[in-house]
């Protein structure tokens, strides 16, 4: 059986269904509907306040639906215990760091929870993989430095470190890059994406920033006020006419000279007040 877009259901790795959910009788989403396939990179546009970060805690699990179906690698949600759920997806969030009280090491290790036994004990290999993702994020000199003492950047290569020990199958992205200078958050989305291609995992990730978001993720989803406004190809989505509809102002849309992903310039003057 193929699915709408074409591909077989088995390379689906999320899959909602007229999701919805309210807060306090406020309605945060309203019949989303999307599904990401297998080694994606996908990204969940909005304004703040949209529902992008409840969507996240819903595909995630922590969140439940009041309406509708999330399924994860063709298991609804709710039927994976948190070890087994745990073994499979991994969440990257704005700050996800304790803040203090752990070295950077420890921090890497805790990534490996999931498969530990009753007793603590792990796999066989462990220190030789939580060593080559440090090594390969550059943290091996900051091994036993305490996470309070890290700068931003530093800190976020450590919690992508922890995710990565973790090997999921699927990685959920909340805002990432929110905290992080320019510099640094091209170095956090390359990271992402190399991980992402050797590996054949698939992304979902809540993003702020369109420009970045056009040059990472192959398809897009933009909500606002938790209903889904479009979904598409960086160029389907990332357009002046929508993205003035969403977000009420309206940019100049150009191709990156690098990759040819649109970009947006904000206009100045385009105020009311």
């Excluded at 193929?2 to 007229?18: A, L, N």
């Excluded at 745990?86 to 929870?113: C, H, I, K, N, S």
């Excluded at 036993?144 to 090997?167: C, N, Y």
């Excluded at 989305?189 to 369109?210: C, F, N, P, S």
């Amino acid at each position: 059986m193929k699915h709408s877009g074409g591909y077989r259901p088995e390379e689906v790795v999320i899959r909602t269904e007229r999701v919805s959910k309210s807060f306090g009788g406020d309605e945060a989403l309203h019949d989303v509907s999307f599904e990401v396939r297998r080694g994606e990179f996908y990204g969940i546009l909005g304004p703040n306040g949209s529902g992008k970060s409840t969507l996240l805690r819903i595909v995630s699990g922590v969140e439940t639906p009041d309406t509708g179906k999330v399924e994860v690698e063709g298991r609804a949600v709710a039927s994976y215990n948190r070890r087994a759920l745990a073994q499979r997806v991994a969440v990257l969030q704005q700050d996800a760091l304790p803040p203090v009280g752990f070295t950077v090491r420890e921090v890497v290790e805790m990534g490996r929870y999931p498969f530990q036994s009753w007793l603590g004990d792990d796999e066989p290999g462990t220190d030789a993989l939580i060593g080559s993702i440090m090594g390969r994020l550059g943290l091996t000199g900051l091994a036993d430095r305490p996470v309070e003492r890290l700068s931003g950047g530093e800190r976020q290569r450590v919690a992508l470190a922890k995710v990565m020990a973790q090997q999921p199958k699927l990685l959920l992205l909340d805002e990432p890059t929110t905290f992080l200078d320019i510099g640094y958050q091209v170095q956090m989305m390359d990271y992402i994406r190399a991980w992402q291609k050797e590996d054949g995992l698939t992304v979902a990730a809540v993003l702020h920033d369109l420009n970045l978001a056009a040059q990472y993720c192959s398809r897009l989803l933009l909500i606002s006020r938790g209903h889904v406004v479009g979904e598409g190809t960086p160029g389907e989505i990332v357009t002046s006419q929508l993205i003035a509809d969403v977000y009420g102002t309206e940019p100049i849309v150009l191709p990156h000279p690098d990759n040819g992903a649109p970009q947006i310039l904000l206009r100045a003057g385009q105020s009311d007040s």
